[in-house]
Every structure is written in structure tokens, then in C-alpha cells.
């Protein structure tokens, strides 16, 4: 099983900038041969699709509301996923989560270890 815990979340204004981190372990597993994604969930909303990134960090997909703002990467060396956000937006207020999986392109479905998640907040 892996453990992921996000950080990096806070209030910012509209047009600024954050990056978030999720930094996985856990008993044996590797993290290079994972798949990793972001997901977002805004209060009365279901949980969305945010960005995905292959195990090798060699592809990677966005929802068509991020794209051109937000960059997800990986540094397998430090088991750690990025998701740097730029010219935040008011709809971008939600709590981000991290998610694992083994298939790719990994759907919600195929997450099978989630964090805990971490509040972005974006005011007008």
C-alpha cells in the first residue's frame, strides 16, 4: 500500500501562483513504476481530473480547464509529484488530491491509493 501526502495548498490571489508536492512511501513498492494524477474536489461538487503523469514522467494529460496553467511533473528520486499551478482562477478553489495507480492512462476508477488533500484557495 501506498502513503501519499500532499502539501503546498494556502490562499492566493487570483493570477498568482502555487506549486503543490505529494511525497509517497510505504512498505515495498516503487514508486518509478507508478502512475500519478490530481484530482480536485470543490465544496458541493464531485471530485474532478486535474492532471496525470506517467511512471517514467514521458506523458502526461490535462482537463481542458487547466491546461496552458497548470504542469504536473515527478522526481522519482525523491518518490515526490508536482503540480505547479499558475494564473489561478477563483474556480480553481478546491481541495487537490493525489492518487496512484499501476494503469495508464489511469482513470478515477484506477486510483487505488489517495492523500489525505490539501485546500487551494484563489480569491478574486
Known amino acids: 500500500q501506498v502513503q501519499l501526502v500532499e502539501s503546498g495548498g494556502g490562499l492566493v490571489q487570483a493570477g498568482g501562483s502555487l506549486r503543490l508536492s505529494c511525497a509517497a512511501s510505504g512498505h515495498i513498492f516503487s514508486f518509478s513504476r507508478l502512475n500519478m494524477g490530481w484530482y480536485r474536489q470543490a465544496p458541493g461538487k464531485e471530485r474532478e481530473f486535474v492532471a496525470r503523469?506517467?511512471?517514467?514522467?514521458?506523458?502526461?494529460n490535462y482537463a481542458d480547464s487547466v491546461k496552458g496553467r497548470f504542469t504536473i511533473s515527478r522526481d522519482n528520486a525523491k518518490n515526490t509529484v508536482y503540480l505547479q499551478m499558475a494564473s489561478l482562477k477563483p474556480e480553481d478553489t478546491a481541495v487537490y488530491y493525489c492518487?496512484?495507480?499501476?494503469?495508464?492512462?489511469?482513470?478515477?476508477?484506477?486510483?487505488?491509493?489517495w492523500g489525505q488533500g490539501t485546500q487551494v484557495t484563489v480569491s478574486a
Open positions: 503523469i506517467s511512471w517514467s514522467g514521458g506523458s502526461t
Open positions: 492518487g496512484s495507480a499501476s494503469t495508464w492512462p489511469a482513470r478515477s476508477g484506477d486510483f487505488d491509493s
